[in-house]
T-cell receptor
Framework: AQTVTQSQPEMSVQEAETVTLSCTYD???????LFWYKQPPSRQMILVIR??????QNATENRFSVNFQKAAKSFSLKISDSQLGDAAMYFC????????????FGKGTHLIIQP | EAQVTQNPRYLITVTGKKLTVTCSQN?????MSWYRQDPGLGLRQIYY???????DKGDVPEGYKVSRKEKRNFPLILESPSPNQTSLYFC???????????????FGPGTRLLVL
C-alpha cells in the first residue's frame, strides 16, 4: 500500500522569506499524481499545486513550486516570498492513476509565518 | 460559482441517532468521495462514487452508508452514530476518473461532527 510521509510537523518562516516543506512517498506504481493541499484555520481544503508523475518538469503556481524527485520518491513544496496568508496546515497527497482509489494524505505540516 | 457544498457545517448529536450529511456539487463531476480527518491520522477515505448508482468502500467505511441517486448529490449517512465517529468530514469531487489521468479533487468546506 502506498504511504505518504511528512517529516516536519511544524515549520516557521519569516514573512517574505522562502520555506520548503518536505514530503516523501512510497509506491510501486509508475502512474500516479501528487498534490499539495492547504488547510487554513477555516478548515477548508484548498489545492495548491499538482504534479503528474510522468512529467519531468516541476510544477509551478505563482509563488509555489515543487521539487519532484521521482527516483527518490520525494515531492517538496517551496513557497517563495512567504505571506501571512500562507499560514496553514499543508498536506501532501498521492493518488494512483488508472483507479478510483481516493487520495492518500500525509499527516500534514503546520506552517507558521512570523511577521 | 463552481463549488462543493456540505450541510450541516457543524452538528452535535447523541449516540444512536441517525443523521445525514449532505454533499452537493455544481460542476457536473462524475467522481465524488467522502473523507474524515482526525488529529494525528490525517484524512482517510470513507466511500467513493464513480458515477450515479456506483459506490464503493474506501479505507474506513465501517459505520457509514452512502448513496448516489443523482450526479450532483452524495450524502453520507450514519445509521447509528457512535462517539468514535466524532470527526471532521470532507466531501470531494472531480470530473472523472479514467485510465491514464486523475483529475484534481475539489473539497467542500467540511462538516464538524460531535457524537456524545
Amino acid at each position: 500500500a502506498q504511504t505518504v510521509t511528512q517529516s516536519q510537523p511544524e515549520m516557521s518562516v519569516q514573512e517574505a522569506e522562502t520555506v520548503t516543506l518536505s514530503c516523501t512517498y512510497d509506491t510501486s506504481e509508475s502512474d500516479y499524481y501528487l498534490f499539495w493541499y492547504k488547510q487554513p484555520p477555516s478548515r477548508q481544503m484548498i489545492l495548491v499545486i499538482r504534479q503528474e508523475a510522468y512529467k519531468q518538469q516541476n510544477a509551478t503556481e505563482n509563488r509555489f513550486s515543487v521539487n519532484f524527485q521521482k527516483a527518490a520518491k520525494s515531492f517538496s513544496l517551496k513557497i517563495s516570498d512567504s505571506q501571512l496568508g500562507d499560514a496553514a496546515m499543508y498536506f501532501c497527497a498521492y493518488i494512483r492513476g488508472g483507479g478510483a482509489d481516493g487520495l492518500t494524505f500525509g499527516k500534514g505540516t503546520h506552517l507558521i509565518i512570523q511577521p | 460559482e463552481a463549488q462543493v457544498t456540505q450541510n450541516p457545517r457543524y452538528l452535535i448529536t447523541v449516540t444512536g441517532k441517525k443523521l445525514t450529511v449532505t454533499c452537493s456539487q455544481n460542476m457536473n463531476h462524475e467522481y465524488m468521495s467522502w473523507y474524515r480527518q482526525d488529529p494525528g491520522l490525517g484524512l482517510r477515505q470513507i466511500y467513493y462514487s464513480m458515477n450515479v448508482e456506483v459506490t464503493d468502500k474506501g479505507d474506513v467505511p465501517e459505520g457509514y452508508k452512502v448513496s448516489r441517486k443523482e450526479k450532483r448529490n452524495f450524502p453520507l449517512i450514519l445509521e447509528s452514530p457512535s462517539p468514535n465517529q466524532t470527526s471532521l468530514y470532507f466531501c470531494a469531487s472531480s470530473l472523472r476518473v479514467y485510465p491514464t489521468r486523475q483529475e484534481t479533487q475539489y473539497f467542500g468546506p467540511g462538516t464538524r461532527l460531535l457524537v456524545l
